[in-house]
């Protein structure tokens, strides 16, 4: 709003509006008159409208000094073009984003006097490299669907489909069974596959900014050899698991023979025989020593030691004896009688009279 009696407006009522592809340059243009009123109240203001309600400033200039880095979007990438303070305050923008995109107005002030002009950028941003993949089964007689789609861009993005010569790259038609899908134009349906339809095909996603595409390549296989490749695959996990349980097998056996060869040595065998008790024919010069011996040693010594011995015979000997051997040691024990001993020869000598069990004069145990 104008106050002064000598304040007047100068309005460019032209709507100017740029359309640039993203990762381009722009320039927008703003020219004045109001440069030479006063040098030093020249304000120059650059400002970008979101929305109704919401403004950003882009550039500024005031007191003799350039403002270039008012918004973290758009710091490094603004300047002005020319010698604003002759009148060319027109704003360069680089590396243009999406962002940008805005209705953008230049207001210039002096003396009182005002000038604007009104742009209006849109930035357009071609697609991206599209996506191609396959669903279906690549066999004969099967149906294929070619699927293809770019992530980000400008709408709207058209999809065509083509198939390559792999020898020379040149475009050809796609086979007379395919069908596109209205409703998906990136999708395309190949029916009734036969080996006519392998081969090189390329989706082109397009928009008023530019292209991008992709290609997918399509083997179709006879069913005979899938066939033939699953039997094959399933032989050889057959004979690896063979494989795997005979060599198993054999380490186990080599485990248990180890195992057995070192048990074997700390094994008592039940069939061994006990060893077997020996009966001795008493002799004289035994019997005189024992008569010695049995001379210093007490009555109850002499009992206890016949008992021993008898029972010792009884445990060990006598289990291990056959019949017949045990009559032929019957028949020696009556053959062999002791001979007598000159007692009064004995009594003169200083020995002791001692009564001796038959059983322990008869029998010795060795």
């Known amino acids: 709003i104008c106050l002064s009696a000598s304040c007047s407006v100068w309005l460019s009522e032209a709507q100017i509006e740029f359309k640039r592809v993203a990762e381009e340059n722009v320039t927008l243009p703003c020219h004045h008159r109001l440069g030479l009123l006063e040098q030093g109240s020249l304000d120059i203001e650059w400002l970008l409208h979101i929305s109704e309600t919401v403004q950003k400033a882009v550039i500024t200039y005031?007191?003799?000094?350039?403002?270039?880095?008012?918004?973290?979007?758009?710091?490094?990438?603004?300047?002005?073009?020319?010698?604003?303070?002759?009148g060319d305050a027109s704003l360069q923008i680089i590396?243009?984003?999406?962002?940008?995109?805005?209705?953008?107005?230049?207001?210039?002030?002096?003396?009182?006097?005002?000038?604007?002009?009104?742009?209006?950028?849109?930035?357009?941003?071609?697609?991206?490299?599209?996506?191609?993949?396959?669903?279906?089964?690549?066999?004969?007689?099967?149906?294929?669907?070619?699927?293809c789609r770019s992530a980000s861009g400008t709408a709207p993005i058209s999809y065509r489909w083509q198939r390559i010569n792999e020898e020379d790259e040149r475009?050809?038609?796609?086979?007379?069974?395919?069908?596109?899908?209205?409703?998906?134009?990136?999708?395309v349906l190949l029916?009734?596959?036969?080996?006519?339809?392998?081969?090189?095909?390329?989706?082109?996603?397009?928009?008023?900014?530019?292209?991008?595409?992709?290609?997918?390549?399509?083997?179709?296989?006879?069913?005979?050899?899938?066939?033939?490749?699953?039997?094959?695959?399933?032989?050889?996990?057959?004979?690896?698991?063979?494989?795997?349980?005979?060599v198993r097998l054999?380490?186990?056996?080599?485990?248990?023979?180890?195992?057995?060869?070192?048990?074997?040595?700390?094994?008592?065998?039940?069939?061994?025989?006990?060893p077997k008790a020996h009966l001795v024919k008493p002799s004289s010069s035994s019997s005189g020593s024992r008569s010695s011996r049995s001379g210093s040693s007490?009555?109850?010594?002499?009992?206890?030691?016949?008992?021993?011995?008898?029972?010792?015979?009884?445990?060990?000997?006598?289990?291990?004896l056959t019949p017949p051997q045990y009559s032929q040691r019957e028949t020696e024990r009556k053959e062999i009688e002791p001979k007598k001993v000159d007692y009064t020869n004995l009594m003169k000598m200083g020995a002791t009279l001692v009564m001796v069990p038959a059983q322990s004069r008869a029998f010795q145990t060795v």
Request: aromatic share 6%.
């Open 250 to 274: 054999t380490i186990r056996r080599k485990e248990k023979k180890r195992y057995e060869e070192e048990e074997a040595p700390n094994e008592i065998r039940e069939d061994a025989e006990a």
């Open 191 to 246: 029916k009734n596959l036969t080996q006519m339809s392998t081969g090189l095909y390329q989706c082109i996603a397009t928009n008023e900014a530019g292209q991008e595409s992709c290609v997918v390549q399509v083997t179709v296989q006879h069913a005979q050899n899938i066939g033939m490749i699953t039997g094959a695959v399933c032989g050889v996990v057959v004979g690896l698991s063979l494989l795997f349980l005979v």
């Open 62 to 86: 005031s007191g003799g000094r350039v403002y270039d880095d008012l918004n973290k979007e758009q710091k490094g990438r603004v300047s002005f073009t020319s010698n604003f303070l002759a």
């Open 171 to 187: 475009a050809e038609h796609l086979p007379p069974t395919s069908r596109v899908n209205i409703s998906n134009p990136g999708q």
């Open 95 to 147: 590396s243009l984003q999406s962002s940008d995109a805005g209705k953008y107005i230049c207001k210039v002030k002096n003396a009182g006097h005002y000038e604007w002009v009104h742009i209006t950028l849109k930035v357009v941003e071609k697609p991206s490299k599209p996506k191609c993949w396959l669903e279906g089964e690549l066999l004969e007689g099967k149906e294929l669907s070619l699927q």
């Open 298 to 320: 007490s009555t109850r010594s002499t009992a206890n030691s016949a008992s021993r011995s008898q029972r010792t015979l009884s445990t060990e000997a006598t289990p291990h």
